[in-house]
């Protein structure tokens, strides 16, 4: 009896299911670059690159442990491309008589294999991932019969059952949440050490040639790549958060300064999200670090609840409100999306800066995302398809799991309020509040209406008065009506035409850019 064990690309954890319990002698383990995995959106080319290195390497560490793995490579002349053609080659090549995988993390994926059964005619085992904290079932049972699915109850119910942060069944420190210390904006004298960069390999700089080679119309730059690709990288990404960066991590968790890319955060998603790093062993070094009082409690709780609390939390209602989380547009946005999230040209400093840092990096941090690049889009309008493809091809942390609640629930709202009570709606003041960009902006953050405004400020009152009938009696939000009623006539309808006028600038993006 052989066993074909596939591992995708963000499946890279030495401890995957699929493999546990396997006989070596028996097993053949199948890794594939896959056309249709590289090109179903035309992902930036940092995450290729990063993906398939990591792949690369992964597959040549389980080598050296002595297990059988069948590579099959982008540019082998065979490869018919897709997941489900490499497995049927696999299964002939191999005379394979079952196959055991872990489930996919994107429903599309999850699509493809629920036919392998049949389309091979042989077992087929699809095991739980169990590389998150909270299975699919837990989510499902804290889920079901509650009207409001609030992440901070499911983090609390993840902190008693993880028991990170509690002494004697209760919250350390007496609170569940520290977030009101958490909202400092940048000192100007920020000066945070810098993350740790891994400088491409030979595996990696043959993946960065193929790359250029095949995807070199794609967007980014590839010129800084340093992500790291193995475990052994990530452990070491981690070990540095852990001593530098933590520390002030809940303090500037929100700040954003004009060309600092990192701040205090870790940059640790997109290990996480392959696999090379195990979220809980993640968590547990944040309170070893607070227990040995290395870090402050709002640091580290700041940094687990970001980890238990808003990842699983995204994975546990991706699951839960797909697939109509895709099609979802409860404000029924209709704008397309404007050109300069791909050319970064646009004399808004705030945008500017966090597309170029994403075309840099294939990264932006929280606020950044959404806070700027969200924001604009929601008060904009823009068709929330075409922002989620953005944020798909454009992070190289992002699969569809975590980008598409991020973007469609929390960003643009477009699920009516099942992830967010309110919509993260804010003009320029907040961005100003929490960053330095607006000092040097050629707009005025001041100024309420007219061609020299901030564009954020018009828009959130044009935002709010288009949605009026939707969100006024929502009373995280129905305060702000009052200020509008008793605004002068005058005033309203200057904030109108200037919402009007910075809509009516909007270049739409070429199509092509995010699929062919
Ligand atoms: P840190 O600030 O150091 O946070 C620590 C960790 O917490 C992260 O590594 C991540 O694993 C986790 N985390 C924090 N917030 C979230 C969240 N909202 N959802 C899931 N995990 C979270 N994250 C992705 O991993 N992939 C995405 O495609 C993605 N798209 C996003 C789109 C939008 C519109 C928004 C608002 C957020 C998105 N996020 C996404 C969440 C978050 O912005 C990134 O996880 C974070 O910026 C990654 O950088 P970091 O590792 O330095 O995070
Ligand atoms: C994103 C990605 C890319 C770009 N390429 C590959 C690939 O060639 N082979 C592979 O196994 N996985 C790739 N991935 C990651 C997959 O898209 C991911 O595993 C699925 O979407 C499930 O989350
Ligand atoms: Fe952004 Fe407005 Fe500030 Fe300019 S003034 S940086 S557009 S928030």
């Not at 350390?172 to 977030?179: A, I, K, L, M, R």
């Not at 629930?409 to 009516?416: E, I």
Request: aromatic share 10%; with cysteine.
């Amino acid at each position: 009896m052989t066993t074909l064990v596939p591992i995708l690309g963000d499946q890279l954890s030495r401890t995957i299911a699929s493999l546990d319990g396997c006989d070596k002698a028996r097993t053949v383990v199948l890794m594939m670059e896959v056309r249709d995995e590289t090109t179903y959106v035309r992902h930036h080319k940092q995450k290729i690159v990063l993906i398939l290195s990591a792949m690369r390497h992964f597959a040549a560490e389980l080598q050296a442990q002595g297990w059988l793995v069948d590579y099959v490579k982008l540019d082998d002349p065979a490869n018919t491309g897709s997941f489900s053609g490499e497995v049927a080659r696999a299964v002939e090549r191999h005379e394979i008589d079952r196959v055991r995988v872990v489930e996919p993390g994107e429903w599309r994926v999850a699509e493809m294999m629920a036919e392998w059964k049949t389309a091979l005619g042989i077992p087929v085992e699809i095991l739980p991932d169990d590389r998150f904290v909270c299975s699919k079932d837990q989510f499902y049972a804290w889920a079901q019969g509650r009207d409001r699915l609030l992440m901070e109850n499911f983090y609390r119910d993840m902190r008693e059952r993880t028991g990170l942060l509690m002494t004697d069944g209760k919250p350390e420190g007496g609170q569940w949440n520290y977030d009101k210390d958490n909202r400092n904006g940048p000192d100007m004298f920020l000066d945070p050490p810098p993350v740790p960069g891994f400088p491409p390999d030979k595996i990696t700089r043959e993946v960065i040639a193929l790359v250029e080679a095949r995807f070199g119309n794609h967007f980014g730059s590839l010129d800084r790549f340093c992500w790291p690709v193995t475990a052994k990288q990530a452990g070491k990404a981690l070990d540095r958060f852990i001593a530098e960066r933590l520390p002030e991590f809940g303090t500037y968790q929100d700040a954003m300064k004009w060309g600092q890319d990192d701040l205090f955060h870790s940059l640790l998603s997109t290990s996480i999200n392959l696999g090379l790093l195990d979220p809980l062993e993640v968590c547990r070094r944040a309170e070893k670090a607070y227990r040995e009082r290395k870090v402050p409690l709002n640091a580290a709780e700041g940094f687990i609840r970001q980890i238990i609390g808003w990842r699983e939390y995204i994975r546990g209602m991706y699951w839960y409100d797909m697939p109509g989380l895709r099609e979802a547009n409860a404000l029924g946005a209709d704008r397309p999306l404007p050109e300069f999230y791909w050319t970064g040209e646009t004399k808004m400093r705030c945008m500017a800066d966090c597309v170029r840092s994403t075309r840099d990096n294939a990264h932006a941090h929280h606020i950044q995302r959404l806070m700027v690049l969200g924001n604009f889009a929601l008060l904009a309008g823009v068709v929330p398809q075409e922002l989620e493809d953005w944020f798909l091809v454009v992070y190289a942390d992002a699969y569809e799991w975590v980008e598409l609640p991020n973007v469609a629930a929390m960003a643009l709202w477009a699920d009516k309020g099942r992830l967010a009570s309110k919509p993260y709606a804010a003009s320029g003041n907040y961005i100003n509040k929490m960053s330095d960009y607006c000092g040097a902006c050629h707009y005025d953050v001041n100024k309420k209406t007219g061609p020299e405004a901030c564009p954020f400020n018009p828009l959130y009152w044009h935002f709010l008065v288009r949605h009026r009938k939707l969100l006024e009696n929502n009373h995280r939000i129905s305060r702000v009506y009052g200020t509008w009623d008793k605004m002068a006539a005058e005033k309203r309808q200057a904030y109108l035409d200037s919402a009007e006028a910075v809509l009516a600038d909007l270049v739409p993006a070429a199509k092509g850019w995010a699929r062919a």
